[in-house]
């Protein structure tokens, strides 16, 4: 009989804010899924690990029985209302405090709303490429663009708790990882802020744009050094890839300017994630969003975390977006993919119960409160 932990208290160091609004069957389960088109015929997007996670332990909050068909328990959503529904999700997931991504689009609730909402502490985590293209729609100049942006990101680090990007994802680092030349710096800002500006002409006279789109910075020089500002605030600073692998000059170069890097949903290449945060002292390793999409195969992954990364280096999220379902989800597959691994040495006489038990705490939330300062923020 493998033995059950206790995981008590849990810090979500990456996720959303949930819709405020109702959805419809077709775009509610669409949600839990990262996917294009539609599901094959004769099925639904429900019909994914996650999608079968939701069922199982979203229903009984509700007041049904788990696994209960999607058609009754969008039905039951809709009785309650998306505000109260949100409520008794978020407050099931025992996680104690959200460290909130505000750089995505849409309909999401802010830091407040989830702190009032779930009952928790709430911190903030802003995206850097959003923040330039705030700051590039009050700037007249490159150098008053450029001097606006780093006082922008050492003003928002004051009270954020992390910075955020997805650089990486779309470039990655590994052809130059190093900090730009103020030439280069100079040079990518006024490509894209020309841009910006022949899109608002475009769009004002009806005439095509450029052909590449200039909202967003897209240029690898202008996003490297967007990342290399952040670094110098000592925040700090969440990395999204798909290829960890892509990251490791990055990770060598920044070690010793005291900001930490925390690898983020590198599912299924967690093994690759895994491997720096054993090398760097100063890069940690995200798990808990790869727990939510891989469902009844949550402590199997987790286990091969385990194998490589140093304790101290591991942090739980959930990595939720939209749904508070997937906030629900996330807390209760980490739970109990971490208990039951653990457990499980436990019983088979690998670990002492004792060490178990401080493993766990570090994993849910020490290891992201020592991180991100929680315990030294102002009430």
Known sequence: MTDILPVADLVDQHCHGVLRTELGLGTFEARPVTAA??????????????????????????????????????????????????????????????????????????????????????????????????????????????????????????????????????????????????????????????????????????ADGPGTPCAAPHDPVLLRHLLWTAIACGRPLQLRSTDPRRMAGFAAATAGFGSDLVLLHSYPHHRHAAQPASIHPHVYFDAGAALTRTGARAGAVLAEVLELAPFGKLLFSSGAQGLPELHVVGARQFREALSRVLGGWVADGAWSRTDATRVAAMIASGNARRVYGLDRRPA
């Open 37 to 206: 088109g539609t599901p094959a015929p004769g099925t639904t997007f429900f019909d994914t690990q996650t999608g079968f996670a939701v069922r199982r332990w979203c229903p009984p909050l509700l007041g049904l029985e788990p696994h209960c068909p999607p058609a009754r328990y969008l039905a039951r959503r809709r009785e309650l209302g998306a505000a109260e529904t949100g409520r008794r999700l978020l407050r099931a997931t025992g996680v104690s405090t959200y460290l909130i991504d505000t750089g995505l689009p849409g309909d999401l609730t802010g830091p407040a709303e989830i702190a009032a909402a779930a009952g928790a502490d709430v911190g903030e985590i802003v995206r850097l490429e959003p923040l330039a293209e705030q700051v590039a729609d009050t700037s007249g100049t490159v150098e008053s663009f450029l001097a606006d942006l780093a006082a922008a990101v050492h003003t928002a680090a004051a009270s954020v708790v992390a910075f955020t990007s997805a650089a990486a994802v779309r470039h990655g680092l590994e052809a130059d990882p190093g900090p730009p030349g103020p030439g280069e710096v100079r040079g990518a800002a006024g490509r894209w802020l020309a841009g910006r500006e022949a899109e608002r002409r475009a769009a004002r006279t009806g």
